[in-house]
C-alpha cells in the first residue's frame, strides 16, 4: 500500500522525494491528463496499478473538471473505495489490513513532513493506531501495543503524546524498563512541556534525565 498526497504532488521537491522513494518510472508521464496541475499524481496512481500495488490518497473531490472527471471514471470503475479518512485505489473493499501495510515510515522524512497534506494523512494513521493500541492492550498483547505507539511517536516525532500513552501503558503494567525508558525520552525530547512533567510528577518519575 502506498501513499500518495496528491495536493502535494504538484510541487517539485515532493516530486524528487516520490522519486527517490519509488523510483522515477513511478511519476513517468502518461497520456490522458494533459492540462491537470498535479498530473504526476494521476501518473503514479496508473503506473503502480500496473505495477499491482495499491495507492491510498485522502483526497477525492476537486474543483478541477479535468480532475473531477477522472474521479467519477474512477468510480464508476469501481476503482474508489472509501477507507477511513481517504480512499484506496485499487478496487477492493477497505479492511484493517490496509493499516498494516501502510509504509507510513517512508513519509517521517522532515522534508516530506513540511507537506500539509502529508501531515493530514501522518494524523490520522496516528489516531487509528492509538486506539489499536488500546485495543491490543485490552487483548493482553503488550508488544503489539508497544509497537503501535512507537510508530506512532515515529510519525508525529514533535507531539509527546504517544510517548506519554507508551509510559503510562508500561507502568500500570509493571514493565519497568519501558516506562523508565519512555520517561527519560520524553524529558529529553520536550523538558519544557508542562503536560509531560505532571506526568512524570504524577507517577514519581519527574526527576531530570
Do not use: K
Amino acid at each position: 500500500m502506498t501513499p500518495l498526497p496528491r495536493g502535494g504532488m504538484g510541487s517539485a521537491w515532493v516530486l524528487r522525494d516520490v522519486e527517490r522513494q519509488l523510483s522515477p518510472r513511478i511519476v513517468a508521464e502518461r497520456p490522458g491528463y494533459e492540462g491537470i496541475g498535479a498530473a504526476p499524481f494521476y501518473y503514479a496512481v496508473e503506473n503502480l496499478r500496473e505495477r499491482g500495488d495499491a495507492v491510498y490518497s485522502l483526497f477525492s473531490t476537486t474543483e478541477d473538471p479535468i480532475e473531477q472527471a477522472v474521479w467519477s471514471r474512477w468510480d464508476r470503475d469501481g476503482l474508489i473505495a472509501r477507507c477511513g479518512f481517504g480512499f484506496r485505489l485499487d478496487g477492493h473493499a477497505c479492511d484493517e489490513s490496509i493499516w498494516n501495510r501502510l509504509p507510513t515510515s517512508a513519509y517521517v522524512d522532515d522534508v516530506l513532513r513540511r507537506d500539509h497534506h502529508t501531515r493530514t494523512l501522518l494524523d490520522n494513521v496516528a489516531f487509528h493506531l492509538v486506539w489499536r493500541a488500546q485495543a491490543l492492550e485490552e487483548r493482553g498483547d503488550l508488544d503489539g501495543a508497544v509497537a503501535a505507539l512507537r510508530t506512532v511517536d515515529r510519525c508525529l516525532p514533535d507531539d509527546p503524546r504517544a510517548l506519554a500513552r507508551l509510559f503510562d501503558l508500561a507502568r500500570r503494567h509493571g514493565r519497568t524498563a519501558d516506562a523508565d525508558a519512555a520517561a527519560a525520552e520524553l524529558l529529553r525530547r520536550f523538558p519544557g512541556d508542562e503536560r509531560v512533567r505532571a506526568l512524570l510528577d504524577a507517577a514519581g518519575a519527574g526527576t531530570s534525565p
